[in-house]
């Protein structure tokens, strides 16, 4: 109840506008909404990609962080990048220990696409392997240590 | 306590204007978020107010920064969230319950526990009005110590339980190796009546397996012979008796093995040595030749067993000055591996041993009667076998290097495997 009037809140502002770059790709419902994101300036890394981002609330949204993944749909592809992990999983303190109510789909939307736009590493994450292999889907579960202040 | 706000929230629209103390909405709930403003009301400030009270008291657009629900939508549907409150210097407001709901999540988390509750934008303090209960208090106290000493209490409870084990593997061993006529006068007192948790007993007998294990290295060299004494010796006076007594035997034991050893270094090591320089790979071929490592381990395995009276040093120790073969050996020796587990297991096994050995010495009548005491079979059994497990050892070594020498290659023949060479290798000796 909770969650669905403010996430119907923040639906009815995101058809009215959003930022560029940013565009909603589904929201049948307010358990799973997609976005597609896209870096507007000419990083080579990301030049000319929209990428999908998933969103899961639980019924305590805001309360509650939602989780947020890439998804590899429709030909959308993971981006490179050292906090993103090739199965999806971004490593951002703001939708772990840092998330506040504060925080909404549009405004995690905006720091992951300049999370992007700043980076210049073409690299996962060390361990991506054995963390992809481990087969955690859910981020809640992972104690990321955020020592990156640079990213 | 909502529907009560949520009837507060109605006469404050009804009546907008009329300012509101926040100490009046203290006195309803048990639990409330006091405003910014309140805290800045002086008498000097209170004109300003007033007029600020004039106007509209709040923008229609204005939202709860949790729940997204604006004052406008308030005025359609009645909200369940709470009175308005506006907690910090900056522009967020928020209805109470949604602050209170935040406020309780962030609680769950006990790392966040204890931190002030800060606004997310301007990150000014939240200042939080409850009840005081000297009960919550004292929980959340409790919590934490709980928390803090979780650690320890398990580290506590390992080390009693390791204690706990030590003590009752040395109850054992003293009751193999002594028996149970000598054990009980050792445990119990001289008549086995006046029992007493004396600190000689409570140091001693969870010592006990340590010493055995470290009786096979030489860190203990010095201190071993007095430990007995310490010990065993009681009040009583020394006297000499044939057999002796076992205190006078424990506390000899490691003069004898001091003795044993130089006559095995003098006699002895030399053999040793070169036999064991023998089996082990030249400087040339150390690295490449796989199977001999594994021919090396075994042997060093053989010297594990027989350090049961600390010869595995004195065999160790000239070796480190002789040839670069014995210089692998030493530097194999320091790596923790198979060798260390050996070494514990062979330590702790010992008093079995010892036992087993005494028993079987018990079957033979002359010694019977000799040595009428368990104890001094048990002890003359352990020597024996470590006397023979050391000639065993040698003559083995002696052995290897013997075949060592008789080796080698076999040239490439059709329609022979490489297994069938080891096998006519092996015949041909």
Request: glycine share 6%; charged share 25%.
């Amino acid at each position: 109840m909770f969650a669905q009037k403010r996430l119907g809140k923040e639906l009815s502002n995101i058809h009215k506008s959003l930022p560029p770059g940013i565009s909603i790709a589904s929201a049948s419902d307010f358990s799973n909404w997609k976005m597609d994101i896209q870096v507007l300036d000419t990083n080579p890394l990301y030049a000319d990609q929209i990428y999908r981002l998933n969103f899961k609330f639980s019924g305590s949204y805001p309360i509650e962080a939602p989780e947020v993944t890439f998804i590899k749909e429709d030909g959308r592809d993971i981006p490179m990048h050292p906090h993103i992990y090739s199965n999806g999983v971004i490593c951002l303190d703001l939708l772990g220990t840092n998330w506040s109510p504060v925080q909404n789909v549009e405004s995690v939307c905006m720091s992951i696409q300049s999370m992007l736009t700043s980076n210049t590493k073409n690299e996962r994450p060390p361990g991506d392997d054995t963390f992809v292999r481990s087969g955690y889907r859910s981020p809640r579960n992972i104690n990321f240590v955020y020592d990156d202040n640079t990213v | 306590m909502s529907h009560l706000q949520a009837q507060r929230a109605g006469t404050r629209r009804a009546n907008s204007g009329a300012p509101e103390s926040d100490t009046d909405a203290g006195k309803l709930s048990d639990s409330t978020l006091i405003n910014e403003d309140s805290s800045a009301e002086e008498p000097g400030l209170l004109i300003p107010l007033k007029r600020r009270s004039s106007i509209p008291e709040y923008d229609e657009e204005e939202k709860c920064w949790i729940c997204f629900e604006s004052r406008k939508d308030e005025e359609t549907s009645p909200s369940t969230h709470g009175v308005w409150k506006k907690p910090c210097k900056c522009a967020l407001t928020a209805h109470e319950s949604c602050l209170l709901d935040w406020i309780s999540d962030m609680e769950k988390n006990p790392s966040k526990m204890n931190k002030t509750i800060q606004c997310p934008q301007c990150k000014s303090n939240i200042v939080l009005k409850q009840e005081r209960s000297v009960m919550v208090d004292l929980g959340r106290m409790a919590e934490k110590l709980v928390r803090q000493t979780n650690s320890i209490a398990i580290f506590a409870g390992l080390g009693s339980a390791f204690f706990v084990t030590c003590t009752v593997y040395g109850v054992n061993a003293i009751y193999l190796i002594c028996g149970t006529k000598e054990a009980n006068a050792i445990i119990l007192g001289p008549n086995g009546r006046d029992f007493e948790w004396s600190w000689r007993l409570a140091t001693g007998l969870p010592m006990l397996p340590m010493v055995l294990i470290v009786s096979r290295t030489r860190l203990m060299d010095a201190t071993l012979p007095i430990l007995p004494l310490i010990y065993f010796c009681r009040d009583e006076p020394f006297y000499l008796t044939l057999p002796p007594s076992p205190a006078i035997t424990l506390a000899l034991l490691p003069y004898a093995r001091a003795l044993y050893e130089t006559v095995y270094n003098r006699f002895l090591l030399p053999y040793d040595k070169k036999w064991t320089a023998e089996i082990g790979p030249t400087a040339a071929t150390q690295g490449i030749e796989e199977d001999n490592v594994g021919l090396e381990i075994q042997v060093r395995d053989m010297d594990g067993d027989e350090a049961a009276n600390g010869n595995l040093d004195a065999q160790e120790e000239p070796a480190v000055a002789g040839d670069q073969a014995d210089a692998w050996r030493v530097e194999r020796e320091l790596v923790l591996g198979p060798e260390t587990a050996n070494l514990v297991v062979g330590a702790l096994l010992f008093p079995g041993v010892v036992a087993a050995m005494g028993g079987v010495l018990g079957k033979i009548p002359f010694l019977r009667r000799v040595l009428p005491e368990r104890f001094h079979r048990n002890i003359l059994g352990g020597c024996l076998f470590v006397l023979i497990k050391d000639i065993f050892t040698l003559y083995y070594k002696y052995k290897r290097a013997k075949q060592r020498r008789s080796r080698e290659i076999m040239n490439y023949q059709k329609r022979t495997v490489r297994r069938d060479v080891n096998t006519t290798a092996t015949h041909r000796r």
